[in-house]
């Protein structure tokens, strides 16, 4: 199976663009690449495709990266994803009708099912956050703490892996350690099933994220869903990251949260039925404002209000570490709608 897998793996590689052209449609070609979301071909420019080998021989054609979330593999892959595969034999039959090569009979070792959820997927995403624990007195408690996040009501999205798997990339040092504990945030849609996850790998005592090129990743399907925090309501707090709108809790812990994990993703979020106000904690940077005014367009059409929440510096857990609670608290305070800041915001 393996060398039969290698030999459609080649023969893809060889028809790479055509391949990319068919399965993931919404991307471009630009260069020696094809650029597109994820695997599950979503508008954008986070997973690349090599289209033919480098140069200097040390990018084979065929391969692909998504920048995002750290994944990588072949076009076989790209077939099982962008096709919902089930098993090894679907995808390989798959690919031999695109190469236009006959269908091989069923054979007896051929396996039913595989036994591993495939990389990226949102089985993949519920078997990791399945097997993670509460992060009540973890490494993880301990990290948001260095963040000056302590009050974790509404945290149950959140839990700790002491051994998560580190896909290294080629960025990361060769003696890169292949596991650290992590922080697993479900990602979820809005009927609370779990379509992916995130991670963010700390070192072994919590006090920093790991020494690895990307400590954060996100597996899964992502567009439009996010991490939870609280119960939806007619006013939420939405933003890009998990610690942005934890710290906006730490001083608004009854105001449900979103974190959509990127500009891109925040911006496609969907709306909870009832929502009828929506605060946009919002990065300073371009791609903040640019989410914003995606997310304002869609919400008006829909009868939502946006209220833009705007840092003092960078993001708000910048702002929670450099000025405290109190100080968060009065720049949220001039923002807020009043009969907002009377409900939600906590003082003292």
């Known amino acids: 199976m393996a060398s039969i897998a290698s030999d459609l793996a080649q023969r893809l590689a060889d028809n790479a663009e055509a391949v990319c052209r068919r399965y993931l449609s919404k991307g471009r070609k630009e260069g020696r690449y094809w650029l597109v979301g994820d695997v599950h071909n979503t508008p954008g420019r986070s997973l690349y495709v090599r289209l033919s080998a480098s140069p200097d021989g040390r990018g084979a054609a065929g391969k692909w990266t998504d920048a995002q979330s750290g994944d990588h593999g072949d076009l076989l892959d790209i077939i099982a994803a962008a096709q919902s595969c089930r098993t090894m034999r679907e995808t390989l039959d798959e690919a031999r009708r695109f190469l236009s090569m006959p269908i091989a009979p069923p054979t007896e070792d051929t396996p039913a099912r595989r036994t591993k959820a495939p990389t990226g997927t949102p089985e993949a995403a ?110 939420m707090l939405v933003g890009e990251g998990i610690e942005t709108m934890l710290s906006l809790r730490q001083v608004m812990p009854a105001a449900a949260a979103i974190a959509g994990l990127s500009a891109a993703h925040l911006a496609a979020i969907l709306f909870p039925a009832g929502l009828q106000r929506l605060y946009v904690a919002r990065d300073d940077d371009p791609a903040g404002a640019g989410a914003l005014a995606t997310l304002t367009e869609r919400a008006t059409a829909t009868g939502i209000e946006i209220v833009p929440l705007e840092p003092q510096l960078d993001d708000f857990n910048s702002d929670l570490r450099a000025f405290g609670r109190d100080r968060l608290a009065a720049n949220l305070r001039s923002q807020l709608r009043a009969e907002d800041a009377e409900l939600y915001l906590k003082t003292g």
């Open 126 to 235: 519920r078997r990791l956050q399945a097997a993670s624990k509460p992060i009540l007195r973890s490494v993880v408690a301990t990290y948001l703490a260095t963040r000056r996040i302590t009050d974790l009501t509404g945290c149950e999205a959140l839990g700790y892996h002491p051994h998560c798997w580190y896909r290294a990339s080629e960025d990361d040092d060769p003696d890169v350690r292949p596991a650290w504990p992590a922080m697993i945030a479900a990602v979820t849609d809005l009927d609370s099933t779990i379509t992916g996850v995130h991670r963010t790998w700390l070192t072994p005592d919590g006090s920093d994220k790991a020494p690895v090129a990307y400590p954060r990743r996100a597996m899964g399907h992502l567009l439009g869903h996010g991490v939870r925090f609280g119960r939806r309501g007619r006013v």
